[in-house]
């Protein structure tokens, strides 16, 4: 997802608005905690890289870490 957002091939409307960005810790933190709990966009991120791509599309399964 970070990879994506630097890209702009998501937004952080599309995340409702978790916008994790590289050297944020405090951002990573809260997608954890998203992500543990099932909320909002953290509930997409709990299904895995793949599931991620998927749903973000716009060329996301084809980056280097896919």
């Given at each position: 997802?970070?990879?994506c957002l630097t890209r702009e091939l998501i937004s952080p409307s599309q995340t409702e608005g978790?916008?994790?960005r590289?050297?944020?810790p405090?951002?990573?933190m809260a997608a954890l905690e998203?992500?543990?709990y099932?909320?909002?966009f953290g509930d997409i991120l709990a299904e895995g890289?793949?599931?991620v791509a998927n749903h973000i599309?716009?060329?996301?399964?084809?980056?280097p870490c896919m």
């Open positions: 997802m970070m990879e978790l916008e994790i590289f050297g944020d405090e951002s990573s998203m992500m543990a099932r909320r909002g890289v793949k599931s599309g716009q060329g996301s399964n084809d980056l």
